[in-house]
């Protein structure tokens, strides 16, 4: 079983244009920082086995041991006439597609980019803006044994190994995931979200859950068709509206 994302690894897993080129570097800052401001073309990918600034949301660092994880950023173009934050969903469809393939088991999407498996997280997704291209960063949890997970994050993470007992060939679980983005990706980009939304909200991990959302007690309705999420305020039965970005808690 491969222990590294180099690229001789990993090129025997790569079925189409994502991943093309791909750039590897053994340890990095932080896999964005291979693609920002690069001028690549769509479907390049950088991947590390071990980020030492690696990236999450709110200006969170995304820690793993070396070796442990699938962390790989991607370039895309997207169109125009695409609402870009919505990537983030598309991504985090791939990734628990690609989990459900490794595992047999169900991944859910935990808007507006986490995925989960058994109500813990085990990956997260970044998608930052760069001269009009996006460059949408995946952590995936592995191999991590239990005692390498974060005990200090906000929701709390798992990885395929503490969840199933098994470890798993990460080149082969990235060259999945870099497959299904890819057919995921065309799909949004020549239908938008709309086309998606039947997987996505088959796996809405918050749905009917209570959350707080910024500090706000709410519960969390659905995902909607544009990638915004629906809540109802106070006890759930308040005023109902709708979010686009937010910082989600949810009750367990």
């Excluded at 994302?5 to 590897?24: E, N, Q, S, T, W």
């Excluded at 693609?35 to 990918?45: N, Q, R, V």
């Excluded at 497959?179 to 020549?190: A, K, S, T």
């Amino acid at each position: 079983m491969s222990d590294s994302l180099a690229p001789d690894a990993v090129a025997p897993h790569i079925r189409g244009r994502f991943g093309k080129p791909y750039r590897y570097e053994p340890e990095c800052e932080s896999t964005q920082l291979l693609l920002l401001g690069s001028g690549l073309a769509e479907g390049a990918t950088a991947a590390t086995d071990h980020q030492t600034e690696g990236k999450g949301r709110h200006g969170r660092q995304w820690v793993a041991p070396p070796g442990s994880s699938v962390l790989a950023s991607l370039m895309l173009h997207p169109p125009a006439e695409r609402h870009l934050p919505e990537l983030s969903l598309v991504a985090a469809l791939a990734a628990a597609e690609a989990i459900e393939g490794a595992t047999g088991l169900t991944a859910q999407i935990k808007w507006p980019n986490d995925v989960m498996l058994n109500r813990r997280k085990v990956a997260g997704i970044l998608c930052e803006l760069s001269d009009g291209a996006v460059v949408a960063g995946i952590g995936l949890n592995v191999n991590q044994a239990r005692d390498e997970l974060p005990l200090d994050a906000p929701t709390e993470p798992g990885s395929l190994r503490t969840l199933t007992g098994r470890t798993y060939d990460r080149a082969a679980l990235l060259g999945s995931l870099l497959f299904r983005l890819e057919r995921i990706y065309d799909g949004w980009r020549h239908g938008g979200l709309d086309d998606l939304y039947g997987e996505i909200g088959a796996r809405d991990f918050l749905r009917g859950r209570r959350i707080t959302i910024d500090g706000e007690e709410a519960t969390a309705l659905q995902i909607l068709r544009n990638g915004q999420l629906e809540v109802a305020t106070g006890n759930g039965h308040g005023e109902t509206r709708t979010i686009e970005s937010g910082e989600v808690l949810f009750e367990r």
